[in-house]
Every structure is written in C-alpha cells, then in structure tokens.
C-alpha cells in the first residue's frame, strides 16, 4: 500500500474554488514556514491550526490557497511571513536528541515540525495532505510571474493552474516523475547509499525520469548508470507523491539479470546485496522505499 493510499476519496475532495459560504473561519490551516508545518498543542497531542486561530497565535500570512475539503471542512495551504517567530524551527530530524516539548513555545504550545517528522504525530491523512499543501504553497509562490514574459500571473478559477493575461501561457504545478526500484537476486535485495544520506542509511535505487523516455525506461538507466546491473521482469509496485521538492515516485520490482555491482561514485558511494537479517538501517514505511524493502522482507521471511 502506498502513503497515497492514505488520502482516502471518502475523507478528502480536491477542490480549486472555496464554497461560496466559506468564511475560512472553521477551516483547517497548514500554516509554513520554510518548509516547517504550524503545530498547536502539547507532546502527545498535536493538532493543525484552524484559520480563525491564526491571528490569536500571532501569524499572519502572505498568501493562501484553498485545497478542498477533508471531511466537509476546508483546508488552506498558507505562507507565512515570519514576522511572528514563535516555536524555534528545527532542521532534519528533531527528534534526534530532543522531544517536541524542547522545540515548542510552550507558552502558546506552538511549534514547526518538518515534513519528514510528521509520521506518527497526526493522523496519516493529514499527513499526506501536509504534503500537498506545501507543493500548492510553493507552486503559488514561484509562479506570481510569468515564466515567457514576465508579467504578474492570474489564478485560473476553472482549474489549478495560473494564466498570463498578457501572453496567454498558463502554468500547471509542477509534478516531477521519479522512479524507485528494488532489486531482487535469489534471497538477497540491492541496497545502496548515497552521500547525502544520514550516517549507516540505506536505500534502493531511485531517480528522475528524463524527456522522452518511459518510466520502464527510466528504471533500466538508472540502475544501469547507479549500480552498473541489469534488470528483467520489471513489474510496477504503486506510487507516492514526494514533496522534497516536488516528485510523484513511481514504485517497480525487478530481478537481477547479469553484471557485477559498479557502483558511480557519484550518486551512490555504496551498494551491496543483502538478506533480510543482514539489511542495514532502512528508511520507514511511510515512504515507497520502505514498504518496497518490507514487500521484499515479507517476502522471504
């Protein structure tokens, strides 16, 4: 199952136009602050703003957008200014070496928490809708000009798309395709990792798919230029959309079919087969990567 599965059709409707009712007031608020989700509440018990909290707690907005309705309530990406610094925000991982109580304004119980934090501390739907919400904020923001001539763009109101009413050229948000495969050879999975990585993680192999090419294609280049192995037998898994920054992954198994690993040294500086008692630190299954890995464990366990 992929985390895309998590926005259930029943709980959550896409939508470009607000009702015609819609006050905001009531309204769920992913408030942003450099990629940094608005949380209220204590530790153990986090919740989203609502839109009429947002003045209370001292924030204001420069611009915000309406995503559609989760359970008939709205919901609404903004961007914040930052004129308001409450809550200490807090790079990669914060609960590293500290709980959410030691990033938090306690006073206000306000606090940002990353999009790759969020597992666990609200429900999986909002979750994923997190993720929307930042891919909507920041299409918004990086599309107030036009990209052909430069003049101010205009909201379509028809659909979610931005419109230059000098030179007519609109602008979709932006979906970058991406594929990630796992590998499998007898009893053992392809593992890599790549330098950017945290310390002693790893992961299968992944990338973008380039122009004019197909995803299957994509899958056989990338393995080939990351690990220097060829595949067979490529079968699609699921998919998930990936707001670091903007990716829809695209999820394949695959069996080995011949060549030794070469790894790039470039994007990978490590790879390897592994059993499932050997696999290293792995990424978690809220990720297509992690439930490709756990496909794989379950599979010879």
């Not at 947002?54 to 559609?68: A, D, E, H, N, V």
Request: hydrophobic letters at 35%; charged letters at 25%; proline letters at 6%.
């Amino acid at each position: 199952m992929s985390s895309e599965d998590t926005i259930q059709a029943a709980d959550f409707l896409p939508l470009v136009r607000p009702p015609q009712k819609d006050d905001k007031s009531d309204s769920f608020c992913f408030a942003f602050r450099n990629r940094e989700l608005l949380l209220i509440g204590e530790e153990g018990n986090y919740r989203l703003p609502l839109m009429k909290e947002m003045g209370k707690l001292g924030f204001s907005g420069i611009r915000t957008q309406y995503l559609g309705e989760l359970r008939d309530i709205s919901c609404y990406s903004m961007e914040l200014d930052g004129s308001k610094d409450t809550g200490e925000l807090v790079s990669g991982n914060p609960f590293e070496n500290l709980s959410l109580a030691d990033v938090c304004d306690l006073s206000e119980k306000t606090c940002f928490v990353g999009l790759r934090e969020l597992s666990g501390i609200l429900e999986e739907t909002l979750t994923a809708l997190a993720g929307k919400a930042v891919h909507i904020m920041e299409w918004d923001k990086n599309t107030l000009y036009c990209g052909r001539c430069g003049s101010e763009t205009s909201i379509k109101e028809e659909e979610r798309a931005k419109q230059c009413p000098e030179c007519g050229f609109t602008s979709f948000p932006k979906i970058s395709p991406a594929i990630i495969v796992m590998i499998e050879k007898e009893d053992k999975v392809l593992l890599a990792r790549s330098p950017h990585f945290p310390p002693g993680r790893y992961s299968i192999i992944a990338g973008f798919v380039e122009p004019g090419e197909s995803i299957e294609q994509a899958v056989v280049r990338e393995v080939k230029e990351e690990v220097g192995v060829q595949i067979k037998n490529i079968r699609y898994f699921g998919s998930q959309p990936w707001p670091f920054p903007d990716s829809l992954m695209i999820g394949f198994t695959a069996e080995h079919a011949e060549g030794d690993i070469k790894i790039d040294g470039i994007e990978i500086e490590d790879a390897g087969w592994y059993r499932i008692d050997e696999i290293p630190h792995a990424p978690g299954t809220t990720s297509i990567s992690g439930q490709l890995i756990r496909y794989f464990i379950d599979r010879h366990s």
